[in-house]
């Protein structure tokens, strides 16, 4: 597999991902984690939404491309 490496866009304000980091490491996984657990839950509606997109019927996806 080849390494790849993320680097936050110019004039962004948020860290993002460490650079250097890979999905191995373990650090970064547990950072996601405790952002991931802070996190207010979702709404019903937040979750309807999101089903909603996930969820569309396959002609419609069609018809857009």
Do not use: C, N
């Amino acid at each position: 597999m080849t390494e790849q490496i993320a680097t936050a866009a110019a004039g962004t304000t948020s860290p993002g991902r460490p650079a250097g980091a890979d999905h191995g490491d373990a650090a970064y996984w547990a950072r996601v984690r405790r952002i991931v657990d802070a996190a207010p839950p979702l709404s019903d509606l937040q979750r309807a939404r999101i089903r909603a997109a996930f969820h569309q019927p396959t002609d419609h996806k069609e018809q857009a491309a």
